[in-house]
C-alpha cells in the first residue's frame, strides 16, 4: 500500500549534525500525519517527532524539543528529521511512520502508525 525508505544516517560525534529523510511512495503521502520514532538496543521504541499532513502542526519528545526539527515536501514525498547538537543517548535505529488519522490531531502513540519504514542506524560518539 505505502512504502516508506529512510536515509541519511551514520556515525557521528557529540555536539555534531545528521539530516533523515523519508522517501514515500503513493499519492496519497499528502493526507498522512507524518511521524519519526526510534528504537535503541535493548529499549523499547519510543516517540521522536510528528508533522501533520499539512505541514502546520508538529509535536516532539521532550527528549528532543529543542534540538531537532521535523519538515515535510508533499511535492517530492518526502519527510525530514534535522537533528543537531546530538548527544550519545541519541544512539538508536530511526523508523519513519505514517498515521492516516488526517482528521485527527497529531499523537505520539505509535498504534495510530500504519505504515512504517525499515530503520536507519544513528550512532553518536562521545
Known amino acids: 500500500q505505502v512504502q516508506l525508505v529512510e536515509s541519511g544516517g551514520g556515525l557521528v560525534q557529540a555536539g555534531g549534525s545528521l539530516r533523515l529523510s523519508c522517501a514515500a511512495s503513493?499519492?496519497?503521502?499528502?493526507?498522512?500525519?507524518m511521524g519519526w520514532f526510534r528504537q535503541a538496543p535493548g529499549k523499547e521504541r519510543e516517540f521522536v517527532a510528528v508533522i501533520s499532513w499539512s505541514g502546520g502542526s508538529t509535536y516532539y519528545a521532550d527528549s528532543v524539543k529543542g534540538r531537532f526539527t521535523i519538515s515535510r515536501d508533499n511535492a517530492k514525498n518526502t519527510v525530514s528529521l534535522q537533528m543537531n547538537s546530538l548527544k550519545p543517548e541519541d544512539t538508536a535505529v530511526y523508523y519513519c511512520?505514517?498515521?492516516?488519522?488526517?482528521?485527527?490531531?497529531?499523537?505520539?502513540?505509535?498504534?495510530?502508525?500504519?505504515?512504517w519504514g525499515q530503520g536507519t542506524q544513528v550512532t553518536v560518539s562521545s
Open positions: 511512520a505514517a498515521d492516516p488519522n488526517r482528521y485527527l490531531r497529531v499523537s505520539p502513540n505509535d498504534r495510530r502508525y500504519v505504515y
Open positions: 503513493g499519492r496519497t503521502f499528502s493526507t498522512y500525519h
